[in-house]
T-cell receptor
């Protein structure tokens, strides 16, 4: 089974620009979550999409948005980039079933975004 | 507000000895705890987990201990191997939030020969 794939792997942008990152989950997984990893902050949850709907949201400004398509692929968009947005952006997929059981998440390799 | 804390940014252990990685949390609504391991240029991979109704879970060389009253968990690796050198993240899930995880800042483990 193919793992989670993220494109592009590396990206360099300048302040004020916008960027779109893509994530393809494991086949059969319906949930995609996005995380931002920066030095000293660990991984911070951005949002989760399940069946094309945002199901959970973290504490990030509205410049960060996402969507999910009918094939479960997800995109994340950051508008008006700031220097502090430089980070590794990780996506994780899971079956996403609701209920008390934890759905194991499988992470992609991430997209390294550098904002100059 | 860092709800999951890993106060040791790095740890160095000799091969064959025990590695103990610690994690503290503040939110009593967390009901499930996980450890992830991350190598450079790769995404985190799941290592071991524990439900809040248990105080210990073992999987081969890896054991996770949970002390709910102290809001503390630890990961023990015995014996440590050079391939264990990586960044370890502690994560927690709140009841009813399915896939949303709150991560600590990570501890870099270096296993020396």
């Amino acid at each position: 089974k193919a793992g989670v794939t993220q494109t592009p792997r590396y990206l360099i942008k300048t302040r004020g620009q916008q960027v779109t990152l893509s994530c393809s989950p494991i086949s059969g997984h319906r949930s995609v979550s996005w995380y931002q990893q920066t030095p000293g902050q660990g991984l911070q949850f951005l949002f989760e999409y399940f069946s094309e709907t945002q199901r959970n949201k973290g504490n990030f400004p509205g410049r960060f948005s996402g969507r999910q398509f009918s094939n479960s692929r997800s995109e994340m968009n950051v508008s008006t980039l700031e220097l502090g947005d430089s980070a590794l952006y990780l996506c994780a997929s899971s079956h996403g079933a609701s209920g008390p059981s934890y759905n194991e998440q499988f992470f992609g390799p991430g997209t390294r975004l550098t904002v100059l | 507000d860092q709800q999951v804390k890993q106060n040791s940014p790095s740890l160095s252990v000799q091969e064959g000895r025990i590695s103990i990685l610690n994690c503290d949390y503040t939110n009593s609504m967390f009901d499930y705890f996980l450890w992830y391991k991350k190598y450079p240029a790769e995404g985190p991979t799941f290592l071991i987990s524990i439900s809040s109704i248990k105080d210990k879970n073992e999987d081969g060389r890896f054991t996770v201990f949970l002390n709910k009253s102290a809001k503390h968990l630890s990961l023990h690796i015995v014996p440590s191997q050079p391939g264990d050198s990586a960044v370890y993240f502690c994560a927690a899930r709140k009841t009813g939030t399915a896939s949303k995880l709150t991560f600590g800042t990570g501890t870099r483990l270096q296993v020396t020969l």
